[in-house]
């Protein structure tokens, strides 16, 4: 697996910008995640969502990434501090050169495109700088609106899994809608 080289800033629109996650990001993420929805809708996020899981997540990005399971990158708007949410690649088949993406999003910043244009632009690099072929997602049923985030994000609905097994959600199965998103 070769490592993630981590870029330093993405522009994903005017005011949203993507950067790694530093410790610096361990109360903005915590504050983020007492949203029930986040956990609700990301099944890899525990509820109640605790300072010791953001720190623990935050510091587990560096060796991820070194060896190249996953990417995951800040989502701020309005200069780089501003935490809105998070955007990254995980599940990477370097075989078959894919990868799957996910999100979440504070929910302040919520509607107003943040999700759609980070996820955009994590795509576009992934397929430009790491000659990614295919990215999938997928979104628990009844998520609409990460449904329209994905539809918005030029991902098409290939199908639909009831017994889907995420590799960290605590549980045994989920009912899910997987997206198709080739280079």
Aim: charged letters at 20%.
């Amino acid at each position: 697996m070769p490592a993630l080289e981590v870029p330093e800033l993405l522009i994903a629109s005017e005011s949203v910008l993507l950067r790694p996650f530093t410790v610096d990001d361990v109360a903005a993420v915590t504050e983020a995640c007492q949203d029930p929805e986040i956990s609700r809708w990301t099944a890899s996020i525990p509820w109640p969502y605790s300072e010791e899981d953001a720190a623990g997540w935050i510091s587990s990005q560096p060796a991820a990434r070194a060896e190249g399971r996953a990417l995951s990158m800040a989502i701020t708007v309005q200069g780089p501090h501003r935490l809105a949410g998070s955007v990254g690649l995980e599940s990477f088949d370097w075989d078959f050169r894919t990868a799957q993406a996910g999100y979440w999003v504070a929910a302040a910043e919520r509607g107003k495109g943040v999700a759609t244009s980070s996820l955009r632009a994590l795509t576009d690099w992934g397929f430009e700088c790491l000659n990614l072929s295919l990215i999938t997602l997928v979104t628990l049923v009844g998520n609409t609106a990460s449904e329209r985030i994905a539809e918005n994000a030029r991902f098409d609905m290939v199908g639909e899994v009831t017994d889907y097994r995420h590799p960290h959600s605590p549980e045994p199965s989920l009912h899910v809608k997987v997206w198709s998103l080739p280079a």
